[in-house]
Nanobody, 118 residues
Framework: VQLQASGGGLVQAGGFLRLACAAS????????LAWFRQAPGKEREFLGN????????SYADSVKGRFTISRDNAKNTMWLHMNSLKPGDTAVYYC????????????WGQGTEVTVSS
């Protein structure tokens, strides 16, 4: 299984950024894919996930209403749409995958860095 996160960069506060996670190596139809982030000196934070089959999403309270997760079945790609970005959103963003009946995420991408300037 390979997960490739991309799309990070430098953006001004209030701006928008879209991250992509290209997934390959297995059929993800029974999987849940998720986004996490880790800011310098902080623990990794769950942002939200999407059930590949059906597209049901769930979000952490810290990003609910600002971040949206979607997926493109044909391209095997998951997206993280981030609006109204704040300096506190500065972090390395990771995508991860797990089988829907499992609690932990065994598959991780390499991370993409997002910096939000004030």
């Amino acid at each position: 299984v390979q997960l490739q996160a991309s799309g990070g960069g430098l953006v001004q506060a209030g701006g928008f950024l879209r991250l992509a996670c290209a997934a390959s190596g297995r059929n993800f139809i029974n999987d849940i894919l998720a986004w996490f982030r880790q800011a310098p000196g902080k623990e990794r934070e769950f942002l939200g996930n999407i059930r590949w089959l059906g597209g049901r999403t769930s979000y952490a309270d810290s990003v609910k209403g600002r971040f949206t997760i979607s997926r493109d079945n044909a391209k095997n790609t998951m997206w993280l749409h981030m609006n109204s970005l704040k300096p506190g959103d500065t972090a390395v963003y990771y995508c991860a995958a797990r089988f829907f009946q499992v609690d932990s995420y065994p598959y991780w991408g390499q991370g993409t860095e997002v910096t939000v300037s004030s």
